[in-house]
């Protein structure tokens, strides 16, 4: 069962950027809340990034806060997350995750989260 699908992943040079895309299935086209968390190896999930889709508020990871900017098309059942200056240290596999909603508070929380997409990679090289 397909409920998120996620695009945009790649390589890029130090500083460059990239565009994650991450479209609702019919079944996760009412959460409210999608966020963007990232792991690489050997480190745990974190999260980087989410937006409250009714509201609009959004909410980043310090490490990410400036260069990266989570948006939302409603309309579209999409949310993008546009990664700007991106480092080596941003390399990761990159997950889209909906629930039904969030708030400061709990946004970054992996549990929260009820669906998962399978993940695109990011690699950032010097």
């Known amino acids: 069962q397909v409920q998120l699908v996620e695009s945009g992943g790649g390589s890029v040079q130090d500083g460059g950027s990239l565009l994650l895309s991450c479209i609702l299935s019919e079944f996760t086209y009412r959460s409210h809340c999608m966020g963007w968390f990232r792991q690489a190896p050997g480190k745990a999930r974190e999260g980087v990034a989410a937006?409250?889709?009714?509201?609009?508020?959004?909410y980043y990871a310090d490490s990410v806060k400036g260069r990266f900017t989570i948006s939302r098309d409603n309309a579209k059942r999409t949310v993008f997350l546009q990664m700007n200056n991106l480092r080596p240290e941003d390399t990761a596999m990159y997950y889209c995750?909906?629930?039904?909603?969030?708030?400061?508070?709990?946004?970054?929380?992996?549990?929260?989260?009820?669906?998962w997409g399978q993940g695109t990679q990011v690699t950032v090289s010097s």
């Open positions: 995750a909906a629930d039904a909603d969030c708030g400061l508070t709990n946004w970054h929380v992996e549990l929260h989260y009820r669906y």
């Open positions: 937006v409250n889709r009714p509201t609009g508020s959004t």
